[in-house]
């Protein structure tokens, strides 16, 4: 029975839809009615008005849809959503609705240009209301819906153009479920913020239970605290002599020199050497006479009259190339070496 979930006194919101006949709205009132008894209060609505109107916050114990035939009319999540605020804390939300056997049928349908037909699952549906906010969402009751029902609701109800009904109704044939769903609002406000009781205080350890102190089977020998430095206070320290051994007393031996190094003296070889010194001296004899620097003179270098790649330099600046030793020079002969005349030294004007 889809109003189980009311008690008397309840603010109950009903909502219809807009092809249901008036002695099915006054029945469906009157049921409701008879539940919440005259200290309750009802609310109408259509359902087709949610998405464009404003609902009053958190004034309903209960919300019920889809329980005046027809039962075609699926919640889209606007709707879900406009309802859960309307809802007060821990009210319930009861919905009657269509929806499809699988979700190939679902891909299917949604590709169609119908306004209102169901396009979801069971599945779907219990995760749109669990998005919208609500808890405890679960099936009260599932049944398929007949085929002459599906052609009636695809007729009047889902919005499916004329020439469209017959494909629709057909392929919409066995695949139809109708299911009662029950979900709750939380106990809280959506937005609601409390203090949480957090105390950062340090709480007092209970204080032990006095227990008599033993004696101390040996005597502390090193004592750590606060007041060492008080003069008052004497305390007990390890004599540093007893921690010696015969061995930490023993005077240490000059050590004697091996017979390869003479006392004050550079370490040498012996004449019969066996410990491996005299090879040892060769080796570094060898890097000495490596390491001696030769001494190379370089050698004169003769000056020569600059070379001609091009051979046309003695002709004249009008034959030689921008880099040319000879620019700016007069022609001579080949192998004749240029020499300035004496007066081009001198400035052509007298200051």
């Not at 809280?188 to 409390?194: H, I, K, L, Q, T």
């Not at 004899?285 to 091009?310: G, H, L, M, N, R």
Request: hydrophobic share 40%.
């Amino acid at each position: 029975m889809v109003t189980s979930i009311l008690e008397p006194g309840n603010s109950v919101l009903l909502l219809g839809n807009p092809v249901a006949q008036a002695e099915d709205l006054q029945r469906a009132q009157q049921e409701v009615a008879q539940q919440v008894t005259q200290s309750g209060r009802i609310a109408f609505e259509q359902l087709d008005r949610v998405p464009h109107i404003t609902l009053a916050k958190s004034n309903y114990h209960a919300v019920i849809s889809g329980n005046i035939p027809p039962s075609a009319f699926p919640h889209t999540d606007h709707v879900l959503a406009s309802i859960l605020q309307s809802l007060k804390p821990n009210g319930t939300l009861r919905i009657r609705e269509p929806v499809l056997i699988d979700y190939a049928a679902a891909a299917t349908a949604t590709a169609t240009e119908a306004l209102r037909l169901p396009t979801r699952t069971t599945g779907a549906l219990l995760s749109a209301l669990k998005l919208a906010g609500y808890v405890d969402a679960h099936v009260e009751a599932s049944a398929p819906v007949d085929d002459e029902t599906v052609a009636r609701c695809v007729m009047t109800c889902w919005g499916v153009t004329p020439e469209e009904v017959p494909g629709v109704a057909d392929y919409l044939k066995g695949k139809v479920l109708m299911v009662d769903v029950t979900a709750r609002k939380p106990a809280y406000e959506v937005g609601a913020a409390a203090a949480l009781p957090l105390s950062f205080a340090r709480k007092k350890a209970a204080a032990p239970a006095a227990v008599p102190a033993a004696k101390p089977t040996k005597q502390a020998v090193w004592t750590v605290s606060a007041n060492d430095d008080d003069e008052e206070e004497e305390h007990e320290l390890e004599d540093e002599d007893a921690l010696l051994d015969e061995a930490d007393l023993m005077v240490p031996t000059k050590m004697v020199p091996d017979d390869c190094e003479p006392v004050g003296g550079k370490r040498k070889a012996c004449k019969d050497c066996t410990c491996g010194r005299a090879e040892m001296e060769d080796e570094e004899a060898a890097d000495e006479d490596d390491a001696k620097v030769v001494v190379v003179t370089p050698k004169k270098k003769v000056a020569t009259a600059p070379a001609s790649s091009c051979g046309s330099c003695y002709l004249g600046d009008a034959f030689r190339c921008s880099s040319c030793p000879y620019l700016g020079m007069p022609a001579f002969k080949p192998g004749e070496k240029v020499v300035l005349a004496g007066n081009l030294l001198k400035d052509d004007v007298d200051f």
